[in-house]
Nanobody, 125 residues
């Protein structure tokens, strides 16, 4: 399993933006499928964006499509989650996850074997 570290969570007002980072000191993340997940209090963990190392294909959940984007900086071995137009319902703990490239691509927690510790994003006025 990889050791992943997320950062960038914060308190932000509705309509604001944040950028989360996910990095590993052990492995080159460009070879891995990366998922961003979030879990709000009392809710199940939700896959919001998954990006696939083999071809760069990316899945966006409807709840974030058009507002959130993912990018990789291979020189920094970091995957970013850019979140714009944040809403109250985006409040959650955000985690990144990684797994070797898969044949069957499902953006669900059970597919990913390595996880970060999570970072809190709170949208509040």
């Amino acid at each position: 399993q990889l050791q992943l570290v997320e950062s960038g969570g914060d308190l932000v007002q509705p309509g604001g933006s944040l950028r989360l980072s996910c990095t590993s000191s052990e492995f080159a993340l460009d070879h891995y499928d990366i998922g961003w997940f979030r879990q709000a209090p009392g809710k199940e963990r939700e896959g919001i964006i998954c990006t696939y190392g083999r071809d760069g294909d990316t899945y966006y959940a409807d709840s974030v499509k058009g507002r959130f984007t993912v990018s990789r900086d291979n020189a920094k071995n970091t995957v970013y989650l850019q979140m714009n137009s944040l809403q109250f319902e985006d409040t959650a703990v955000y985690s990144c996850a990684a797994d070797p490239p898969a044949t069957f691509r499902l953006c669900v927690p059970g597919v990913f074997s390595s996880w970060g510790q999570g970072t809190q994003v709170t949208v509040s006025s």
